[in-house]
């Protein structure tokens, strides 16, 4: 393979995000290295910093990058707080579903995009519209926000292992369990995997606000 010489070429940001994109797709967060960047852009690492600063100036590229490809819903008329802070929470879930590694990035409580501050901007909102202060409503929203991820971090594994197409180890448990020590679950094993890999976010997050709001 002929080694380049002479000066790196003309790199854009457009091509340093598409790039990244690229590695996080494939490998996630933690293989996103500068210098991993300037290989798959086919530069130096000191060239992309004349673009971003460091890995975290590049995340919130990515960030703010993808919430502006996210259409804002606009919330029924009329709608009630509890039906505002839902609409909010299942848009805010329907917008992260498929990008599970801006989920990780937003677990850590660092990085955040401003373009995406819409969603507990309405939640909170609407929960003291409900009755919250402003400190319970934060707590409201931290509570959706955690079921949330959970929710999409756990669908996005089990979707992964889901391709891998073989028998799980929990599939296995669960033909071999004694009906004598556990029969609800012994009766419901052959279905166990059906019945658990289906969507119930709706459910659980109207169950929640049901819950956090004092009239929703």
């Keep these: 393979m002929p080694v380049r010489t002479g000066r790196p070429p003309k790199i854009s940001k457009t091509d340093i995000l598409t790039a990244a ?16 960047l300037a290989r798959e852009v086919g530069t130096t690492p000191m060239a992309l910093y004349h673009h971003v600063r460091d890995k975290d100036e590049l995340l919130l590229l990515l960030l703010d990058d ?34 599970p590694w801006i989920v990780e990035v937003l677990r850590a409580d660092d990085l955040m995009s401003a373009r995406a501050l819409w969603y507990p901007e309405e939640i909170i909102d609407a929960a003291v519209q409900a009755g919250l202060t402003p400190e319970e409503a ?75 709001l004092p009239h929703p």
Excluded: N
Aim: glycine fraction near 8%; charged fraction near 30%; hydrophobic fraction near 40%.
């Design 21 to 36: 994109h690229r590695v996080i797709d494939e490998e996630g967060t933690q293989a996103l290295t500068m210098r991993r």
């Design 66 to 99: 993808y919430a502006a490809g996210v259409a804002r819903p606009e919330p029924r008329a009329g709608a009630g707080p509890g039906e505002r802070v839902v609409a909010a929470a299942v848009a805010m879930r329907d917008a992260l579903t498929g990008v």
């Design 138 to 212: 934060v707590d409201a929203y931290r509570i959706i926000w955690h079921y949330t991820a959970g929710e999409i971090t756990a669908r996005s594994a089990a979707a992964r292992r889901r391709e891998d197409d073989r028998p799980t180890h929990r599939g296995r448990v669960f033909e071999d369990l004694d009906a004598t020590r556990l029969p609800r679950l012994a009766a419901l094993g052959a279905r166990w995997e059906e019945l658990t890999s289906r969507d119930t976010y709706d459910k659980g997050v109207r169950a929640l606000v049901r819950g956090l």
